[in-house]
């Protein structure tokens, strides 16, 4: 392309900004508009071309701010106008364009971020929400902001520092988030992973500040919405974004700040919690570096016995008020359920998963020694070690959930289940499964912990969940490779299974043959081989 032509475009825009900025006939606006769209597209084509429009005369700078300025007054108040909304499309488009990939030119545009922002508050407010067309404008000044920024950090950081210190009544990012359009909100969350990508100030920005929680608490709420979405979609890709940036913060280590930042006094989970944890477990299960897993420790031990002892707490209240009563009791039930317990039950499997995942993968990279012991020396406020919590807790839960087999309520014999009609299904599910696997886990190979468990009575709990369960899928052959972990080297612990002996009914249920004396030998085998 000549030279000529190169300057060409900076007199066009001249012409036609002012053009645009005189407003002397709406008639001529839509050509005028189209005319703008036209040197966008030369200039998102030829990175050179957009390099010398921006330092070419004449300038253009002076008329691209004087333009942005005068649409804010005429958004402001002919927002529903669709004239209006061509001319700031085309504006922005061409901005868009013309700043992309050139540092000088982000420099000289970003003069025109507070025009952009005061354009998006008015177009993401409820009202303009209302009429889909809002979405364009919305969605094509959030990709000129991320435009500016992009590749620039002393840009992005500014922009991102004022953005996180906003009034709360202009926090322009979670109106956008809040908009019901999924393609506006990917563009917005591709200016959101990339300021945060690998910079641990921006990120603590986030976490810390309170704009910052509130984006992240909306974008919470929007990941339950996206979660459903085609993968290929526009919902189904801002899904993976919003992962991508939480999971951005838990490799920044802000997994602990930002779970206490979401919690609301009075409670003990709310629903952006449990969302967090569902994000944080996958993240946890794909394999990432294990240098954060000590930092997330205090916070998954903390977690766990706040949830394990309301959820006892509420259970308890239900079932009885001592574990006399409980393991013994033979009539009706105290009181309704917590409706709050089937929340913090959900919450309570995660944060299970969680622990286990992180063992799990310490001990696959040979870290078990720094990661395992905070774990299986963790006490409860009352001072009552991890593993004797659980098995209480089992306990509760083996008569306030009974198994369920082939759709219906399985009583055992000897026992009086509880007859509560679990309403709301969500978050009992795994849960004992889960329980019962982090007990394998923390007696495998240590005889401190196997000997608490037999001391607190816990062998027969653990052999209690040998059975099929359709809450808990594979329950079973959990509970029969913790078995193994609490057997193995320890014949004190073996002696309590002997003593115990068996039942042929309870073996029918194990599906294993009566074997007299040897029952419990063949059921440390028959773990060993199945590897559960």
Not at 304 to 314: D, P, R, V
Not at 458 to 479: F, S
């Amino acid at each position: 392309m000549s030279a000529n032509e190169e300057v060409s475009i900076n007199v066009r825009f001249c012409d036609l900004s002012k053009s645009l900025l005189s407003w002397e006939s709406e008639e001529a606006i839509p050509q005028l508009s189209r005319a703008l769209e036209d040197i966008a597209v030369d200039l998102a084509r030829d990175e050179g071309l957009r390099t010398a429009a921006g330092a070419d005369q004449p300038t253009i700078w002076p008329n691209l701010r004087s333009l942005w300025l005068m649409l804010v007054e005429k958004a402001a108040t002919h927002r529903d106008e669709e004239l209006i909304r061509t001319i700031v499309i085309s504006t922005s488009r061409f901005t868009r364009n013309l700043v992309a990939g050139v540092a000088k030119n982000q420099e000289h545009a970003f003069e025109n971020e507070p025009a952009l922002r005061q354009i998006l508050h008015t177009y993401s407010s409820w009202t303009a929400s209302q009429d889909p067309g809002s979405f364009h404008v919305v969605r094509m000044v959030v990709q000129t902001l991320s435009n500016m920024v992009t590749t620039n950090e002393s840009l992005m950081s500014s922009l991102w520092q004022t953005h996180m210190n906003l009034p709360e009544e202009q926090a322009i990012f979670v109106r956008v988030l809040g908009l019901p359009d999924p393609r506006t909100i990917l563009s917005l969350l591709v200016l959101l992973v990339n300021c945060i990508y690998d910079n641990s100030a921006r990120q603590a920005l986030l976490v810390h500040t309170p704009i910052g929680v509130r984006i992240c608490i909306t974008l919470l709420d929007r990941m339950t919405d996206l979660y459903d979405a085609e993968e290929s979609s526009d919902a189904g890709r801002a899904f993976d974004y919003g992962y991508h940036l939480f999971s951005h913060l838990f490799s920044g280590g802000f997994a602990p700040d930002l779970f206490g930042n979401l919690k609301a006094d009075g409670e003990v989970i709310v629903p952006h919690q449990t969302v967090l944890l569902k994000l944080l477990d996958s993240y946890l299960q794909s394999s990432p570096s294990e240098t954060h897993f000590s930092g997330m420790t205090p916070m998954l031990i903390a977690c766990f016995f706040e949830l394990s002892m309301y959820s006892s707490g509420a259970i308890r209240n239900v079932v009885g008020s001592d574990r006399a009563e409980v393991a013994h009791r033979d009539n009706g039930i105290r009181a309704a359920p917590d409706p709050i317990l089937p929340k913090a039950c959900e919450a309570l499997v995660l944060v299970t998963q969680c622990i286990t995942s992180i063992m799990l993968a310490s001990e696959a990279t040979h870290l078990q020694g720094g990661i395992w012991p905070p774990f299986r020396e963790s006490t409860s406020p009352h001072g009552r070690p991890i593993a004797e919590h659980i098995v209480e807790l089992l306990q509760l839960l083996d008569i306030f959930l009974p198994k369920v087999n082939f759709g219906r309520q399985v009583a055992q014999s000897g026992r009086q289940q509880c007859p509560v009609d679990v309403t709301d299904p969500t978050g009992f599910p795994y849960l004992k499964r889960d329980l019962v696997r982090l007990v394998g886990i923390l007696c495998h190979g240590d005889r401190v912990t196997q000997d608490r468990i037999r001391q607190c009575n816990g062998i027969p709990v653990i052999m209690n969940m040998c059975v099929i369960d359709e809450r808990n899928p594979y329950l079973r052959e959990h509970a029969i490779l913790t078995l193994h972990n609490l057997l193995e080297g320890n014949t004190d612990n073996q002696a309590v299974v002997h003593s115990i002996r068996p039942s042929k009914t309870f073996l029918n249920e194990l599906e294993l043959p009566y074997m007299g004396d040897n029952c419990p030998r063949y059921i440390w085998e028959t773990a060993t081989r199945r590897g559960c």
